[in-house]
């Protein structure tokens, strides 16, 4: 299981990384979500991978905290992805106003001169 | 006890004062003057009243714990020195008061003025008492930023602002060089305790990085102290008002500079770097400062450049470190502050009845003005230090230093003929003074008919020059015993008791003094003519001007220079700026986890699913995919990224995260909605982009594709390394454990989110919310390219019909779904404190509602129903937020403190009634508000390219009509 995840991890990562150095926006749009995807899932593993020990705890008694997941990197995780979200609606806006601007979609705001 | 705290209140008054001053009306001059001259006024009576205490060679603290842990207190102490400075700061401060009362105009803001002024003097008296290096630091910045304000009062003058500008740059410059020597002394002697620092002179002194200390802190005290190569600033403060003027340089602002020489030269002095830098520094600007004020021609002018001269005799002092010239140095400081007070007053009162402050000018006041006249002239006289003054009495006192020190080096051989050649000008500009002002013809041409200014103006001065003449003529019966308190709290207390005399007998001081006195008068009669034509300057040397090095320097380094820099490295393109971003993230992370990295002996695993791996190869295969297809084929790229974000999806869900799957998926929904509402916006990409197939090109992408997967692999190695580790036990045991008891809930990962942690969320909310503003303000005055104003294909003819009839039977189930999307977020936001869901979830799942209503329905026919007010629910969601944080302060407990209980409900039953629902509720609303306004604002574009397609309708008609008549 860790193998395939961190397999995963850098699939997601390296595919992030080679687009968000493309030039154009919708591509660097989508790197950030596959990057975003990535360091989710990163800093989740770093509580371990736990398989059916959700963290919901009995109404009251002695709580064993090894028969639960730990919850610290699953709240992280649960506000890192509402900022990416919220990041990538704005950079979803400011793409389509730097298009409705500049009339191209090359990061730079104007096509390269070669 | 008692006394630390009236050491506390003696610091706090003036600051008191300053916010009492700033809250009064703009015209309340007089209310503002008591305010402030009474805040004073209490701050000399603690001192009275400390006084014994004082006498007997005590020091008096005062501290309030404030951060142990950095050894950094509020603490303050109060010795002698200290003592004899800030009365000497008080009491003048007392009298700029009264006189700033006459001199500022009607018009001028008062409030500001005095708040500065209150302000400024606390911050001084602040750094008087500090007894933490580091705090002295704090204060001693913060007199800087207020003397900016207070020199740049007259705003609307461009002179006033430069001149503002120009003393905030070169003493908070010397004060960042200060800060750095402090930290290094803090380091050097094991803490940052003043008293700690004064002990260890012996270690400090021996220790290698003493030259650096020494040149860092010299460097703070010389640019504060107006010293030779930084004394440009301070006649450029001169464009102050001149209450602000009298107070800053005569007895606090340049003063700190030497203040801070003497009390620290047990520390660093004694060495004989030390006596060359700070001696050699203060003799060159004692006879610079008095040969160029001779030849100003502006009153203040004049007075600064003498203030200067002064300043430089001070610091010559106190680098000669026997006991006589500390001593000297302290009296000089206090008549110094004295006379020159008097002299800038009497120089404003000159300025405020004539209207000019030129010297060629001004003459044959003495008719009109007789005792302003009067005074100014016994004030000068002091300067010029003529006997029976206060002024002669230290400058004996310096010559004979300068005779009777030795230390066998060739500066201090020199010392007496460099002292005696520039008391020589000093004699002739005061004389210059006096003579131009008011003696010669009356002056005809003056903008103001000159004459006596009102009496309280001239009280002050009055006071000050009293004050010269009593100690002038009474040293030991006034300031001699405070004098030896003073010296023997910087020197020890075995340092034998001084006797200040008037009459020592016919010795060298005496025959320096008469030489210069006698030269003096020559020197001005014989040149005052061609000094009133000639330039501002000495012969020659008045083309070298330190202040226009310092603007050519200054426009080198904050213009020129940044700019030649940015064209060389810098681009404004930002692939080569993520590029060195990401180059950078990768190196860093090397460089840490370099040879640490290692696979743990024993590997942690979990049994590998073959179902887990035929998903993560689906979503490997989506995400490499999507990376391939989005440059040309953006549509597909868009699916094949939602289908990596549900493969992540289901794996928070399979490793026991159900809050965090089902925020992902809703999340995930709404982004690709959005995007797709977006891709409609951006240019048709059908034909190859030109020049994507140059070898140029690919080199890039493969250069890329390197960094993507050194990259990839990193951030691989490293999730195994740490995953196949046992976990570190860390807080999240406890948050397991308190959840049920301190939160009253059984979701730990909601209980951490809506209590433990709820002011992260607070922020996190906010941002959302601020984004949510961001994107409507920009899409505001959002204008479409022109290719995107026509109508896509699949929205003409009959396409369009076509489609329609697909999407009736979708769009019905759609619009029905409707209310069952609300009942699934009102159970998701209710069970959220015990089972997977919440806030969050729910709103974005009411969202994700209106979303389908948008994809069912047109945005005209939604737009018309719509019944949310995106902004609305937003704020009210905040205040809720804020106000169950606030609510717990009226319990006693700290913001944001939940309360839990269960509460029976008829017919459902039990139900969590904890504060940290109604916190909830806040997320949830603003969530939902922040959300609808994205998507509003998003599919609202929809209809503006509607209406420019109307418009370009309309013209084109019109344009054709015309042709055809032409």
Redesign the interface.
């Known amino acids: 299981?860790?193998?395939?995840?961190?397999?995963?991890?850098?699939?997601?990562?390296?595919?992030?990384?080679?687009?968000?150095?493309?030039?154009?926006?919708?591509?660097v749009?989508?790197?950030l979500?596959?990057l975003s995807?990535?360091v989710?899932?990163?800093i989740?593993?770093?509580?371990?991978?736990?398989?059916?020990?959700?963290?919901?705890?009995?109404?009251?008694g002695f709580?064993n905290?090894a028969n639960?997941?730990?919850?610290?990197?699953?709240?992280l995780?649960?506000?890192a992805?509402?900022?990416s979200?919220?990041?990538?609606?704005?950079f979803?806006?400011?793409?389509?106003?730097s298009?409705?601007?500049t009339?191209?979609?090359h990061?730079?705001g104007s096509e390269?001169t070669? | 006890m008692i006394e630390q705290n009236l050491i506390l209140i003696l610091v706090l008054l003036p600051f008191l004062g300053a916010i009492l001053a700033a809250t009064l009306p703009v015209n309340a001059h007089n209310a503002a003057a008591w305010v402030s001259g009474l805040s004073l006024g209490a701050g000399l009576l603690l001192l009275a009243v400390l006084y014994p205490r004082i006498a007997e060679d005590e020091v008096v603290r005062g501290v309030v714990r404030w951060l142990p842990i950095l050894s950094l207190n509020l603490n303050f102490r109060m010795d002698g020195f200290a003592w004899l400075f800030t009365g000497l700061v008080l009491s003048i401060g007392v009298l700029v008061v009264i006189y700033a009362r006459y001199y500022l105009s009607k018009t001028d803001p008062v409030p500001r003025f005095y708040s500065f002024l209150m302000a400024f003097t606390g911050a001084m008296i602040g750094m008087l008492l500090s007894g933490n290096i580091l705090m002295l630091v704090v204060f001693w910045e913060l007199t800087s930023i207020l003397s900016f304000l207070l020199i740049g009062y007259w705003h609307q003058s461009q002179a006033a602002r430069d001149g503002a500008r120009m003393a905030l740059i070169v003493t908070a410059g010397g004060g960042v060089a200060l800060t750095v020597a402090m930290i290094v002394l803090g380091q050097i002697v094991g803490g940052y305790d003043l008293d700690l620092v004064l002990r260890s002179g012996e270690i400090i002194r021996a220790h290698p990085l003493y030259p650096v200390v020494l040149g860092l802190f010299l460097l703070g005290a010389f640019t504060k102290s107006a010293q030779f190569p930084f004394h440009f600033w301070l006649p450029g403060a001169m464009a102050a008002p001149t209450p602000v003027s009298a107070y800053l340089h005569s007895a606090t602002m340049v003063k700190m500079g030497v203040f801070l020489l003497i009390r620290f030269q047990p520390a660093l002095g004694g060495t004989e770097l030390w006596f060359y830098t700070v001696t050699g520094t203060g003799v060159i600007t004692l006879t610079v400062g008095a040969m160029i004020a001779l030849f100003r021609h502006d009153l203040k002018g004049l007075l600064a450049y003498s203030t200067i001269s002064h300043l430089g005799l001070i610091t010559a002092l106190a680098g000669m470190s026997s006991t006589g010239a500390i001593v000297a140095a302290i009296f000089h400081i206090c008549n110094h502050a004295v006379f020159k007070a008097s002299l800038f007053m009497a120089a404003g009162i000159i300025d405020h009845e004539t209207g000019t402050r030129d010297l060629r000018r001004l003459s044959g006041l003495m008719k009109a003005m007789p005792i302003t006249g009067a005074l100014a002239i016994v004030a000068s006289a002091a300067m010029a230090g003529v006997p029976l003054l206060n002024g002669f009495l230290s400058k004996e006192m310096f010559f004979a230093e300068a005779v009777g020190w030795h230390n066998g080096t060739w500066l201090d051989s020199a010392l007496p003929w460099i002292a005696t050649f520039a008391s020589i000008f000093s004699v002739a500009y005061s004389l210059r003074f006096i003579m131009q002002v008011f003696f010669g013809p009356e002056a005809t041409d003056l903008p103001k008919a000159p004459h006596e200014p009102p009496p309280w103006m001239r009280r002050p001065v009055e006071f000050l020059v009293l004050t010269c003449l009593a100690v002038g003529i009474l040293p030991a019966l006034t300031l001699e015993p405070v004098l030896n308190i003073a010296g023997r709290s910087v020197l020890g207390p075995d340092l034998p008791e001084i006797h200040i005399a008037i009459w020592h007998g016919f010795n060298t001081p005496l025959i320096m003094s008469i030489i210069a006195m006698t030269a003096g008068i020559v020197l001005y009669f014989a040149f005052a003519r061609r000094i009133d034509a000639g330039p501002e300057g000495p012969p020659i040397l008045w083309r070298i001007r330190a202040q226009k090095i310092y603007e050519w320097l200054l426009l080198r380094l904050s213009w020129a220079w940044p700019r030649f820099l940015h064209k060389l490295f810098g681009t404004?393109?930002?692939?080569p700026q993520?590029?060195l971003m990401?180059l950078i993230g990768l190196v860093a992370a090397m460089i840490a986890v370099w040879g640490g990295l290692t696979v743990a002996e024993k590997?942690?695993?979990?049994?590998?699913?073959p179902a887990?791996?035929i998903m993560?190869l689906v979503?490997?295969a989506c995400?490499?995919g999507?990376?391939w297809q989005?440059?040309y084929h953006?549509f597909a790229?868009?699916v094949l990224?939602g289908g990596?974000?549900l493969?992540?999806c289901v794996?928070?869900a399979?490793?026991?995260?159900?809050?965090?799957a089902v925020?992902?998926l809703v999340?995930e929904i709404?982004?690709t909605v959005?995007?797709l509402l977006?891709?409609r916006?951006?240019?048709k990409r059908r034909e190859e982009i030109p020049?994507d197939e140059l070898l140029s090109a690919r080199i890039r992408r493969l250069r890329?594709?390197g960094?993507?997967?050194v990259?990839?692999?990193g951030?691989?190695?490293?999730?195994?390394v740490?995953?196949?580790r046992?976990?570190v036990p860390?807080?999240?045991?406890w948050?397991?454990?308190n959840?049920?008891?301190e939160g009253g809930g059984?979701?730990?990962?909601n209980v951490?989110?809506v209590d433990f942690?709820a002011f992260?969320?607070f922020g996190?909310i906010t941002?959302?919310a601020i984004?949510g503003l961001?994107?409507y303000a920009?899409?505001r005055r959002?204008?479409?390219?022109?290719e995107?104003i026509a109508l896509p294909e699949q929205q003409q003819g009959d396409t369009a019909d076509r489609l329609g009839n697909y999407m009736l039977v979708p769009a019905t189930i759609m619009r029905w779904m409707f209310p069952v999307t609300l009942v699934i977020a009102a159970y998701l936001f209710f069970r959220g404190h015990?089972?997977?869901g919440g806030g969050?979830s729910a709103g974005v799942t009411v969202a994700i509602g209106l979303l389908l209503q948008y994809i069912a329905a047109n945005v005209r026919w939604i737009e018309a129903r719509i019944v949310i007010l995106p902004i609305r629910w937003m704020g009210f969601g905040l205040l809720i937020a804020a106000a169950t944080g606030i609510g717990a302060w009226l319990f006693g407990y700290p913001f944001l403190t939940a309360h839990a209980r269960y509460v029976d409900v008829p017919l459902v039953g039990k139900v969590p009634m904890a504060t940290a629902m109604a916190f909830d509720l806040g997320v949830f609303l603003a969530v939902v508000g922040?959300t609808v306004l994205?998507l509003i604002?998003?599919a609202h574009?929809s209809l503006r390219s509607a209406r420019l397609r109307e418009l370009e309708e309309e013209k084109t008609p019109e344009k054709s009509a015309q042709k055809e008549a032409v």
């Open positions: 299981m860790e193998l395939v995840l961190s397999a995963a991890i850098g699939v997601l990562s390296g595919s992030g990384i080679w687009l968000i150095l493309r030039p154009r926006t919708f591509q749009i989508t790197g979500c596959l995807y990535a989710n899932i990163f989740f593993a770093m509580g371990r991978l736990t398989v059916g020990k959700p963290p919901i705890m009995p109404k009251g709580v905290t639960y997941a730990d919850p610290l990197p699953q709240a995780v649960l506000t992805i509402v900022i979200f919220a990041t990538t609606a704005l979803l806006v400011v793409m389509i106003a298009k409705g601007l009339g191209t979609d990061v730079d390269p070669k | 404004e393109r930002l692939q993520l590029r990401m590997p942690l695993t979990n049994d590998l699913s887990f791996a993560w979503g490997g995400a490499i999507a990376a989005a440059k953006r790229a868009l990224l990596a974000g493969v992540t794996t928070f399979w490793f026991s995260a159900p809050d965090l925020t992902q999340v709404v982004t959005l995007l977006g891709l916006w951006l240019p020049g890329d594709l960094i993507a997967t990259g990839g692999l951030l691989a190695g490293l999730a195994y740490v995953m196949t046992p976990l860390n807080i999240g045991d948050f397991l454990r959840a049920y008891y059984t979701n730990t990962v951490i989110l942690r992260d969320t996190e941002v959302l984004v961001t994107v920009l899409l959002f204008r479409p390219g022109a995107s015990d089972l997977p969050f922040a994205l604002a998003i574009q």
